[in-house]
Structures are given as structure tokens and as C-alpha cells.
């Protein structure tokens, strides 16, 4: 019984966004992505993500017209 990591690895969070590894690199560090470190590793917690995109697809339906 595999179980999937809970976690997206930043370019895993680009590609969802459509940006390169390198741009998601740059909003991970900014804070504009939702990020945490394991150990050495900075990962995003999916839960967190998913919760920013809801959030984001929200703002941008209210505000983009």
C-alpha cells in the first residue's frame, strides 16, 4: 500500500503554475509560495498550495473582469 507523499517539490508547484523552475525558485524564496524545510529539502506542504491556488483562481475571478 503505497501512499503519496503529502508534499510538491517546487518544480512541481511551477509546472502547476505554468512558470519555470527557476521563477518558482524565486517566489518559494520570496514567500510568495507556501514552503517549508525538510531538513535540507524546501518542499510545499499540498495542502497549503492547494489552498493558495483556491485562493488565488478566487482573486483573480473577483478581480480580473
Given at each position: 500500500?503505497?501512499?503519496?507523499?503529502?508534499?510538491?517539490?517546487?518544480?512541481?508547484?511551477?509546472?502547476?503554475?505554468?512558470?519555470?523552475?527557476?521563477?518558482?525558485?524565486?517566489?518559494?524564496?520570496?514567500?510568495?509560495?507556501?514552503?517549508?524545510k525538510l531538513g535540507?529539502?524546501?518542499?510545499?506542504?499540498?495542502?497549503?498550495?492547494?489552498?493558495?491556488l483556491t485562493g488565488?483562481?478566487?482573486?483573480?475571478?473577483?478581480?480580473?473582469?
Amino acid at each position: 500500500n503505497e501512499t503519496k507523499p503529502e508534499v510538491y517539490t517546487v518544480p512541481e508547484v511551477g509546472k502547476l503554475l505554468g512558470i519555470n523552475r527557476n521563477l518558482a525558485y524565486e517566489m518559494a524564496r520570496q514567500g510568495q509560495i507556501p514552503t517549508i524545510k525538510l531538513g535540507r529539502r524546501l518542499v510545499c506542504p499540498k495542502a497549503a498550495v492547494d489552498r493558495w491556488l483556491t485562493g488565488l483562481e478566487t482573486w483573480m475571478a473577483e478581480n480580473m473582469n
